[in-house]
């Protein structure tokens, strides 16, 4: 298995929501990660997990909260987003922090 | 100045000609270099890395660093109309203890068309 999964694909929420993005590889990678990604943007990191522990946090706002259950799993948890926290939520994972692969993402949208 | 810059397009070239994407960087210590191909509404995907001077080749594609001008290159031969997407650079640094767990900086994109 050669691939990052993401679930949803698409989610929308109200700004009083709770909601969880979950991310999973199966390659083995010791790193995975979270990224946003605006319209005509480049993607922007949010959060890094190296062996199961968060190593970056690009001072993201506390409304997002990751979580890294095993070396599989990623999650990004959701509360009291804001309109402009609408964008594409892009997980990816690495072996050795080079070569990084991105899953198919999670679309999101805060009414 | 921005990290990394490239031209953001569009770039035109008629379908079997060669698209070049050119990519400068400002940090010295920067060790890891990759090309993203990433279509419209669709994730980004790795399509070269390149870690020393030189050049890299991958069927139609070739990537090529210089790090004496900071300058990383994207070679697209034979062109095709579907390589039409938006190709960002990312650049990587390694930690102090050797380390990357791996902060890519991204310049902007090019987007590329190639028309038939």
């Known amino acids: 298995d050669t691939e990052v999964t993401q679930t949803p694909k698409h989610l929308v929420m109200g700004m009083t929501n709770k909601k969880s993005l979950k991310c999973e590889q199966h390659?083995?990678?010791?790193?995975m990660y979270w990224y946003k990604q605006k319209a005509k943007k480049p993607p922007e990191l949010m959060f890094v997990y190296s062996y199961e522990k968060l190593s970056i946090n690009e001072s993201v706002p506390s409304r997002f909260s990751p979580e890294c259950p095993n070396s599989s799993l990623l999650n990004l948890h959701l509360h009291a987003l804001q309109p402009e926290d609408s964008a594409l939520y892009l997980c990816?994972?690495?072996?050795?922090?080079?070569?990084?692969?991105f899953g198919p993402g999670t679309r999101l949208t805060v009414l | 100045q921005k990290e990394v810059e490239q031209n953001s397009g569009p770039l035109s070239v008629p379908e079997g000609a060669i698209a070049s994407l050119n990519c400068t960087y400002s940090d010295r210590g920067s060790q890891s270099f990759f090309w993203y191909r990433q279509y419209s509404g669709k994730s980004p995907e790795l399509i070269m890395s390149i870690y020393s001077n030189g050049d890299k080749e991958d069927g139609r594609f070739t990537a090529q660093l210089n790090k004496a001008s900071q300058y990383v290159s994207l070679l697209i031969r034979d062109s095709q109309p579907s390589d039409s997407a938006t190709y960002l650079c990312a650049v990587a640094r390694r930690d102090a203890g050797g380390t990357s767990y791996g902060k890519l900086t991204f310049g902007q994109g090019t987007i590329l068309t190639v028309h038939p």
């Open positions: 990816a994972s690495s072996q050795d922090g080079n070569e990084q692969f």
């Open positions: 390659m083995g990678h010791r790193a």
